[in-house]
């Protein structure tokens, strides 16, 4: 039996070693559970415009119900992975306007080696264009600029319209592609490098009556020297209380009811590893510090006491 069947059927969700470059890269770990990027931990905004962050635990009163999960502002869309994502700008005809999302890599490029990309992109219903140019560009320093426009680099990574069109609504869509890295490069920046000229775009739902915008949901963002992109399995352990392992390897819980209130792990000689005891709707551990074996979590809320199994594997 292989071991994705043999996790599957004793529903153990499994939590591999780290070896996404990417930090946060599904956007689940939070400064503050606010309306654009600069409230996700390790992402920020290069420009002068504002991406949008989107949030199942967003408060339901406005203006902040429009940035909810799965019903918000642009559409109706769950998360690829976890319960958050961004929104982008990736066309603006006729103003060459854009937004870009940014953050650090967890560490600098090597020259020579080849290096795999991939992220997921979605076009909600309400957007009136979908752009097929999206890419991610690498570069040893953090770029920027105080205006709205278009950033004119040559990203590593694109997608290529012939065989990857962005052209259904509400779908995740990936991108993947490889380049080798040139050496030194420690940031990643995400978002349509081209002009409107050169921008290939499919005109879905424009009239006059609204603004000529391609905008899309990014989700998932992966840079690694493997091609795998699996994120493992995934676990909801019941109706209140979801549990599952990032992109990245580590382990995210998400209360869908009452907060959590207690968070412990336990190795298999019972010894406590990690403990929290605070009110909060998320929980993030980072799993790069634990052994390869087996662990017991236990999650408590007001609501429910959860005890499941993981295994951690590298």
């Keep these: 039996m292989n071991k994705k069947l043999l996790l599957f059927f004793f529903l153990l969700p499994v ?15 939070t400064i503050s559970c606010y309306i654009d990027i600069d409230s996700v931990k390790f992402w920020h905004n290069p420009t002068g415009y504002s991406p949008d962050y989107f949030n199942s ?11 909810k999960v799965p019903l918000n502002l642009y559409g109706y869309q ?14 603006f005809i006729g103003a060459n306007d854009r937004e870009y999302i940014q953050s650090e890599l967890l ?7 080849k290096y795999f990309v991939s992220f997921y992109v979605c076009i909600p219903d309400s957007s009136p264009y979908s752009s097929n140019d999206i890419g991610a560009f690498f570069s040893d320093t953090a770029i920027s600029s105080s205006n709205f426009l278009y ?6 990574v694109s997608n290529n319209s012939f065989s990857n069109p962005i052209d259904i609504f509400n779908s995740w869509i990936l991108v993947k592609d490889s380049f080798i890295a040139s050496g030194g490069e420690k940031y990643i920046t995400i978002g349509n490098f081209k002009n409107d000229v050169n921008t290939d775009t499919i005109n879905f739902n424009y009239n006059s009556l609204i603004q000529p915008f391609g905008y899309s949901y990014i989700d998932d963002i992966r840079v690694s020297v493997s091609d795998s992109i699996s994120n493992g399995i ?8 979801m549990v599952f392992n990032t992109p990245e390897g580590n382990l995210f819980i998400s209360s869908l009811e009452s907060p959590l209130e207690l968070t412990r792990i336990f190795n298999i000689s019972g010894e406590l590893i990690y403990s929290k005891i605070e009110k909060q709707i998320t ?4 799993t790069d510090n634990f052994s390869s074996g087996l662990y017991f979590l236990i999650i408590k809320t007001n609501q429910t006491t959860i005890h499941e199994k993981i295994i951690v594997i590298k």
């Excluded at 769950?78 to 066309?91: E, H, N, R, S």
């Excluded at 560490?107 to 080696?113: M, N, P």
């Design 15 to 29: 939590f591999v070693g780290a070896q996404n470059l990417v930090p946060n890269p599904s956007f689940e770990d």
């Design 57 to 67: 635990h967003m408060q339901s009163i406005l203006p902040y119900s429009d940035f």
């Design 78 to 91: 769950t998360a690829k992975t976890g319960v958050g994502y961004v929104g982008i700008i990736t066309a």
């Design 107 to 113: 560490d600098t490029l090597i020259a020579g080696q």
């Design 151 to 156: 950033l004119p680099y040559n990203p590593q």
């Design 234 to 241: 995934q676990s909801v352990t019941n109706s209140s209380v």
């Design 283 to 286: 929980d993030y551990i980072d």
